[in-house]
């Protein structure tokens, strides 16, 4: 298994910055969606991120709230994210599942972190989950032999800066911005100066996500950040192709032009 650990120093020793993909389990199918990522992965992704198709999505802007309701439509359920973590994970990419907090908590804290890890994913991010409601999530997650990652954003204050740093592992998310995902024409202008004020609390990785879609967005941000996250870009070049060869080619031309820009 490849863990973030591994990922990051081998980057770090490159003298670049990870690139990290998002793709929703279940979209554009089952199937389909581990043909996606490792697409992703043979494009140059470092870690992938699989989506836990949720209806009440918070952070999710129009794009990957489109890719989560299709996913629905196609009976995607919690079974189903752990079959693709493992067809995913088998490419040799540290593989994590991103997800809100309910259907954890549904599923049951112990046995979600045990399957997790028994399919070959190596952590969680978890965006609505906070430091101070997280003890038994980290517990668990520290029992399996997974990471935790939780979110730092603009508005966040040093102190939570500071409490959301000391409860993760693996890395911390940097949000660009206030608001939603969705590539924009400019990453966020915090960006920068939040991962300067996060890295005096933590000596983990800082990754950014949210706005980053072109390889010269992702060369910009690799330049102060760890990680470079993407994730709406890739499921509109899935959703904008009329067939599973069309989208297999244009997401690996994106993933080839990510990976050119977190090595500029």
Known sequence: MTTLQTVFA?????????????????????????????????????????????????????TIQDAVH???????????????VEGVAKTGAATLVMTYWNPIDRYGVDRFARDLAAAGGVGTI??????????????????????TVFLVAPSSTEARIKAVADSCTGFVYAASLMGVTGARDQVGTAAQGLVERTRPHTSLPVCVGLGVGTGRQAAEVAGYADGVIVGSAFIRRVLDAPDEASALASVRELGAELAAGVRA
């Open 10 to 62: 081998k980057a770090k020793a490159d003298d670049r910055a990870a690139l990290i993909g998002y793709l929703p389990a279940g979209f554009p199918s089952k199937d389909g969606a581990i043909a996606v990522a490792t697409a992703m992965v043979e494009a140059g992704c470092d870690v992938i991120e699989i989506g836990l198709p949720y209806s009440d999505p918070l952070m999710d802007g129009p």
């Open 70 to 84: 299709r996913s629905l439509v196609n009976g995607t359920r919690i079974a189903d994210v752990l079959r693709t």
């Open 126 to 147: 978890t965006p609505d989950l906070t430091p101070e409601e997280a003890g038994p999530w980290r517990a668990a997650s520290a029992d399996a032999g997974i990471d």
